[in-house]
């Protein structure tokens, strides 16, 4: 065992990036403390912390993830006799050190010393550590510590959040009042399926639940436990990949004979002659981040060419350019040629959904006649093209809308969903998204509760708290039993059958398995209870439902830890496989930046014939 532990921890330090970081001892000082100016302390203050016996500096830090932790280096000054100092790892003693004996009259506190590695390094979970630094024995004159310095293994981790800037509530807890544990409902299995990101618009937190026989389940959406009143709630694409643009050159000088252009996007190459050059952009979108509903590496593209425009800069008048893309058995797919004018200095060619390769080479291919000019292309780049959804509005009334949403483009197209109106018959086509508004009781608005899409994903929400003009989702859960394409898990819905004032939804997915829903909005909490669920999947390959969310850095996550039973919670991503149990509370410690008030998120695995609503 030991031998094992050691192996990893050799492994470690061969192939994983660590990172070092100095806590200067004076930032976590005690009122009784005294604070000494040395003028060869570490900079940028230069001062110490001076210790006596007994003394105790709780230097408290946080991880983002499994990461192993040493401390390399305690850099200390001493005058008179020697002290001890000892490190105590959350609780876990990790090694001492006996400080250097130096006496020069008082010099020797301005005379630094390092001890170098205390202990064997170790691994933590992420979430909030604590070293107390303790002296364990000294003279009468005590000893001056300066600084801490420590590796992590996580090359990841931003000094702030190794400083712990973000706050986070240990007291957080869901003890389950509303649903206590039944033993004659069988336990559903968690299974941890998350990965990481960087980009906070990526769902990453994945997590199946499987169960051998329930029909019937309870998701609940509250307002988050932790208290903020800030509404954080923009889209923060800052780590995504995205794909305006996929690839842009600037300034590209047309010839058969110059040299390729590489960027970190795409490969620019030239070949030809001087009446005809042929010039080849080879990309890939291996790097897109996957956010939200679009799936940038599948939606179509628009190829743009711009012409510099200055009003003397005639040679660039007249050039053709004919532009193909994506050779297949029957040649290249041809979009034609255009020409550039006086008049029109920008031209652009589009290219359809589903076009490119998810992974591996994709090409475009371009054609320039320049007319026996010097052609300087401005600019060329590819973008996602824009997009326009289509509102179909199907019921409303005092307390609730109806609303289907057509989205221009929709990642399982030509899946679509049918909506049955039963009260009347109607029948709404070609819709990929279902929203309800409830009436917020304070206002004459309507505020979104819950949003169903074509691949299962739901989300839920309580009615926009007093004072707030809206609040984001941040947390889904895809109903039904998923099958993944292309790395994403969806339940394919058919038809959706409503009766909107008996309260009546009934999915249908495309395997014939089907769910009756009912929605409970309070202004506290949006309660969804789905029964008589009929699966026609293996249960045991095939998860009933899945909890997505996203999850960056604790801070800056829609979900940090989860709570089965109401047992001791676990951190959303890490340190668990499977959990089991009945209820799952998925919520946050820490105060994210992210959707700061989106809700907490409660699924139950109800027992037969359990009445909850
Ligand atoms: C810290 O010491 C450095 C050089 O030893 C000096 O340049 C700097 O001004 C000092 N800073 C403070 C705050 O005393
Ligand atoms: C660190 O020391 C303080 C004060 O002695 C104590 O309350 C705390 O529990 C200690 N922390 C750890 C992790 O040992
Ligand atoms: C976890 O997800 C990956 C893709 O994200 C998939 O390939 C794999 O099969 C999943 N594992 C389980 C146990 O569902
Ligand atoms: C391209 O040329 C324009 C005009 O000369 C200049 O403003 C721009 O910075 C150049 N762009 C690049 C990427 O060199
Ligand atoms: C561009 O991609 C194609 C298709 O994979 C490949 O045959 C070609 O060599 C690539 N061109 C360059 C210059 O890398
Ligand atoms: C559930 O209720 C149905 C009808 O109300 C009844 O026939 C069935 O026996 C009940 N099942 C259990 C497990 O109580």
């Not at 997009?387 to 199907?394: L, N, S």
Request: with cysteine; hydrophobic share 35%.
């Amino acid at each position: 065992m030991h031998f094992f532990h050691l192996c990893i921890m050799m492994l470690c330090t061969a192939c994983v990036m660590s990172k070092r970081f100095n806590l200067q001892v004076e930032d976590f000082k005690l009122n009784r403390h005294k604070v000494m100016q040395r003028s060869e302390a570490s900079e940028p203050m230069n001062r110490t912390l001076l210790l006596f016996k007994n003394d105790v500096v709780r230097l408290q830090f946080c991880l983002q993830r499994n990461s192993f932790v040493r401390v390399e280096d305690l850099r200390y000054s001493n005058d008179g006799p020697s002290d001890e100092v000892s490190f105590i790892l959350d609780g876990q003693y990790i090694g001492k050190h006996t400080t250097v004996v130096d006496t020069n009259f008082g010099r020797g506190w301005n005379s630094f010393h390092s001890t170098g590695a205390i202990g064997e390094g170790r691994l933590l979970p992420p979430g909030r550590h604590e070293i107390n630094l303790t002296v364990t024995d000294s003279d009468i004159w005590g000893v001056e510590v300066d600084l801490v310095n420590i590796d992590v293994s996580d090359e990841l981790l931003d000094y702030s959040h190794f400083l712990c800037v973000l706050y986070c509530f240990d007291d957080i807890k869901y003890e389950d009042i509303l649903f206590p544990v039944k033993d004659s409902v069988p336990s559903a299995r968690f299974v941890q399926n998350s990965s990481s990101t960087t980009c906070t618009e990526e769902d990453n937190v994945k997590i199946d639940i499987y169960h051998d026989t329930a029909t019937d389940f309870m998701i609940t959406a509250n307002l988050p436990h932790y208290k903020s009143f800030s509404n954080q709630k923009a889209p923060n694409f800052a780590g995504c990949n995205l794909a305006t643009p996929y690839w842009i050159f600037e300034n590209v000088s047309v010839s058969p004979i110059r040299p390729e252009i590489q960027t970190s996007k795409a490969l620019m190459t030239f070949s030809g002659s001087g009446y005809r050059v042929q010039i080849v952009i080879n990309f890939s979108l291996d790097m897109l981040t996957p956010t939200r509903g679009v799936d940038d590496r599948i939606i179509g593209s628009v190829l743009r060419i711009r012409m510099p425009q200055t009003k003397d800069n005639i040679v660039s008048v007249n050039v053709l350019y004919n532009v193909r893309y994506k050779e297949t058995n029957d040649g290249w797919n041809d979009l034609g040629q255009k020409d550039f004018t006086s008049e029109v200095s920008e031209r652009t060619w589009n290219i359809p959904d589903k076009t490119w390769a998810y992974s591996g080479p994709n090409m475009i291919r371009l054609v320039v006649i320049p007319n026996k000019q010097d052609v300087v292309i401005e600019s060329i780049r590819l973008d996602r093209r824009p997009t326009k959804d289509k509102q179909i509005p199907i019921y409303d009334d005092d307390s609730i809308i109806i609303e289907g949403l057509d989205l221009d483009f929709w990642y399982l197209a030509p899946q679509t969903m049918i909506i049955n109106r039963m009260d009347n018959n109607r029948v709404f086509q070609d819709i990929d998204v279902l929203i309800i508004y409830s009436k917020i009781p304070w206002s004459e608005g309507y505020s979104q509760v819950f949003v169903i899409y074509q691949d299962g994903t739901t989300k839920l929400q309580p009615v926009t708290p007093h004072g707030l003009d809206w609040v984001p989702f941040g947390s889904s859960v895809i109903i039904g039993q998923t099958t993944i394409s292309n790395g994403r898990p969806h339940a394919s819905i058919s038809r959706i059958d409503l009766d909107p004032q008996r309260q009546y939804i009934k999915l249908i997915f495309s395997d014939s398995s089907s769910c009756i829903l009912r929605l409970e909005t309070y202004y506290t909490q949006t309660k969804l209870l789905i029964k008589e669920c009929i699966f026609k999947k293996d249960r045991h390959i095939h998860p009933l439902l899945t909890f997505i969310s996203m999850w960056e850095a604790d801070g800056n996550a829609d979900v940090d830890h989860i709570t089965v039973n109401g047992d001791r919670s676990r951190h959303i991503v890490s340190g668990w496989e499977q959990l089991y149990g009945t209820t799952a509370v998925f919520f946050r410690k820490c105060i994210s930046k992210h959707n700061t008030l989106s809700p907490d998120i409660k699924i139950h695995i109800l027992g037969k014939n359990e009445t909850v609503l």
